[in-house]
C-alpha cells in the first residue's frame, strides 16, 4: 500500500515557540492531504484540508493564523503550529489522498507534541 | 457532523463474533473503515462506495445501506490482532473530500 511518513514523530517544545511538522507521500504524488488531530482517548478531529498549490481549507474552530499549513509540493505537507501552548500539546495525524476510483486515504504515523 | 458509532466498546474472546455501527444524519455516499491500535496511526481496511454493498477483507465485512445512511462492520472469528479502535468515516469537512471519523468502538479481544 501507499506510504505517507511523518517527521519528527515526538516533538517536545517550550510554550511560545513554532513547531513544524512534515508529512510526505513516499510512493505516490498527493493532491490533496489532511491534517487531523487526536487527544487522548478521543476521536480524529479534521483540522484542515491541505491541496498543493492553493491555500488550506480550515475547519470550523480551527485557527488559520495558529495552524499554518503549507502544501508546496505533490509529495509534502507541513503544519506549523505556532506560539505552541500546552492546550496544543496532541498527537497531530496527516493522511493524503490516492487518487482514483476508491480515494483511500492514508495515513502518517503521527507526531506527539508536547508543550511545556 | 460527526457519524454516530455504536457500542462504544466492545470486549470479545478469541474466536467470538462483534458488529460495529456506524450510522449518520447526513445522506451517505461512501464509508471508510479504519482500524487504530493504541499510539499508532489508522490503518485503512476498506471502503464502500455503493448503497448495499458489501466488502470483505479476511474475517472483517461490511455492509452499507445508504437509504438507512448505516454502515455496519462484521468481525467474524475475531484474533487477538483485531483489538483496537475501529472508525468509520464518510467524507466531508469543508472541502468536501475529507473523512470525518466517529468517536469510534474500542474493541478488546482476549484470549
Known amino acids: 500500500g501507499a506510504v505517507v511518513s511523518q517527521h519528527p514523530s515526538r516533538v517536545i517544545c517550550k510554550s511560545g515557540t513554532s513547531v513544524k511538522i512534515e508529512c510526505r507521500s513516499l510512493d505516490f504524488q498527493a493532491t490533496t492531504m489532511f491534517w487531523y488531530r487526536q487527544f487522548p482517548k478521543q476521536s480524529l478531529m479534521l483540522m484542515a484540508t491541505s491541496n498543493e498549490g492553493s491555500k488550506a481549507t480550515y475547519e470550523q474552530g480551527v485557527e488559520k493564523d495558529k495552524f499554518l499549513i503549507n502544501h508546496a509540493s505533490l509529495t509534502l505537507s507541513t503544519l506549523t503550529v505556532t506560539s505552541a501552548h500546552p492546550e496544543d500539546s496532541s498527537f497531530y495525524i496527516c493522511s493524503a489522498r490516492l487518487a482514483g476510483a476508491q480515494e483511500t486515504q492514508y495515513f502518517g504515523p503521527g507526531t506527539r507534541l508536547l508543550v511545556l | ?111
Open chain 2, 1 to 111: 457532523q460527526q457519524p454516530v458509532q455504536s457500542p462504544q466498546a466492545v470486549i470479545l474472546r478469541e474466536g467470538e463474533d462483534a458488529v460495529i455501527n456506524c450510522s449518520s444524519s447526513k445522506a451517505l455516499y461512501s464509508v471508510h473503515w479504519y482500524r487504530q491500535k493504541h499510539g499508532e496511526a489508522p490503518v485503512f481496511l476498506m471502503i464502500l462506495l455503493k448503497g448495499g454493498e458489501q466488502k470483505g477483507h479476511e474475517k472483517i465485512s461490511a455492509s452499507f445501506n445508504e437509504k438507512k445512511q448505516q454502515s455496519s462492520l462484521y468481525l467474524t472469528a475475531s484474533q487477538l490482532s483485531y483489538s483496537g479502535t475501529y472508525f468509520c468515516g464518510p467524507p466531508e469537512g469543508q472541502a468536501g473530500t475529507a473523512l470525518i471519523f466517529g468517536k469510534g468502538t474500542t474493541l478488546s479481544v482476549s484470549s
